[in-house]
């Protein structure tokens, strides 16, 4: 009985010192740290913003086909119309989030 006893001790404290590891890193404000958190945000919501257009699915979850669609975007946005495109997309994202948080109050 001993021996389960301090099996389950372990296990216990083993979970604190996770939890407590766990709240240290949140908690770290080392400049790199800090920059590193935002960057994985930013790659977290930017990925959102990839299935919440569908691209995932309509692409089959293949991430060679989703780099060359980037791609493509990308090399227009480099090219002459670039602000009309720019313009254009900006109008049909603004559209879309405001059409999904109508939604979300009507739900609500």
Do not use: C, N, P
């Not at 997309?89 to 603004?94: C, S």
């Amino acid at each position: 009985m001993d021996l389960k006893a301090s099996r389950m001790a372990l296990s216990r404290l083993t979970a604190a010192r996770h939890r407590l590891e766990a709240a240290k890193a949140r908690t770290d404000m080392r400049e790199w740290q800090v920059k590193r958190r935002e960057r994985t945000r930013q790659l977290i919501e930017l990925g959102g913003l990839v299935v919440k257009a569908g691209l995932v699915e309509l692409a089959d979850d293949d991430r060679a086909t989703l780099y060359g669609a980037f791609l493509t975007v990308a090399a227009k946005m480099r090219g002459d119309d670039r602000e009309q495109a720019l313009v254009l997309w900006k109008r049909k994202g603004k559209r879309a989030f405001e059409a999904e948080a109508k939604v979300r109050t009507q739900q609500d």
